[in-house]
């Protein structure tokens, strides 16, 4: 195989680790017991370190990442058993493909990357078995859910779940491609902190009995890290900032409430940290850049 070959098969596994934490976490978000969801966030947290580590290998070979996903891969079922059964074929699937390439690849890194992950996903698919079996222990009593469902509140924690979900991958990729550590670290931790609030956001849904907006977002714009961009990640942090603190004085279950001005702070934050890491790009000031683009 010659290097585009590789990095083309290494890309295909990046969007399949991506569908498969997207359907870990609509588990997470709509399975009720707490003992089956830890598992899976484990299991998930394991599938992102698979994304970052086929990503930066991309990277090293000279491509471009791209942070899609393989729809057609992702299976959600209409009960728990169903979604956990579906776990169990998403990573035997990820074993076939795998150790598919595993006999194709020349590339010794990439060989010794895809043994490595093909044991991660033989050990993943025993233990959502073992999960699905112990489900079907449970009584059905067990596994009901109550919540409140407002369509308004639900309708607005969902823009605001995407939001979060085009954030991650948003500085993802900025966290791949970045030139420099105050790049990658600024990007990092906005990515970390974002999959939270996605994961809180999900779950309350799920508690709610609604189904959370999970599909991949439109508004993507891999660029690069311009002073530019990071301008616009800087306003689109302050809108966030005023989209939680307008729901916490919507909602009034004071749990939610608590939930979106933790989050309300966080984005506040996070555009804090951007302009910060603009001034010391030394790119230009943050207040010239505003004139710049009131004036066009």
């Given amino acids: 195989m010659n290097k585009k070959e590789i990095i083309d098969l290494l890309l295909y ?42 990503a930066q290998k991309v990277v090293e070979l000279g491509g471009r990442v791209s942070l899609k996903r393989v729809e057609e891969a992702i299976k959600l079922g209409e009960s728990w058993e169903e979604m956990l059964k579906n776990d169990v074929n998403a990573e035997e699937e990820a074993i076939k493909i795998y150790s598919s390439q595993l006999e194709i690849v020349k590339d010794d890194s990439v060989k010794k990357l895809l043994d490595r992950v093909i044991n991660d996903e033989m050990r993943h698919r025993d233990e959502f078995s073992e999960l699905l079996e112990n489900l079907k222990q449970k009584s059905v009593e067990e596994r009901t859910k109550s919540g409140e469902l407002d369509p308004e509140i639900v309708a607005i924690m969902n823009k605001l779940l995407q939001k979060e979900y085009r954030l991650i991958l948003d500085h993802l990729y900025h966290f791949f491609h970045s030139k420099t550590w105050q790049e990658k670290d600024t990007s990092l931790d906005i990515a970390i902190e974002s999959m939270v609030h996605m994961g809180e956001l999900g779950e309350k849904l799920g508690e709610m009995g609604a189904m959370p ?41 004071e749990e939610l409430k608590k939930l979106f001005l933790w989050i309300e702070k ?20 943050v207040g010239s850049l505003i004139d710049k683009n009131k004036k066009e």
């Fill in 13 to 54: 596994d990046v969007a399949l680790e991506h569908s498969a934490i997207i359907q870990y976490l609509y588990n997470v978000f709509l399975i009720g017991d707490p003992e089956i969801t830890v598992e899976i966030e484990s299991i998930a947290r394991q599938e992102m370190r698979h994304l970052k580590w086929f």
């Fill in 213 to 253: 907006d999970l599909s991949l977002p439109q508004a993507q714009h891999f660029k690069g890290y311009s002073s530019e961009e990071i301008l616009e990640d800087i306003a689109e942090e302050e809108k966030a900032k005023s989209a939680y603190d307008e729901i916490a004085k919507k909602v009034t279950n």
């Fill in 266 to 285: 966080h984005e506040e934050h996070h555009a804090q940290r951007l302009k910060e890491l603009l001034r010391r790009l030394n790119k230009f000031t």
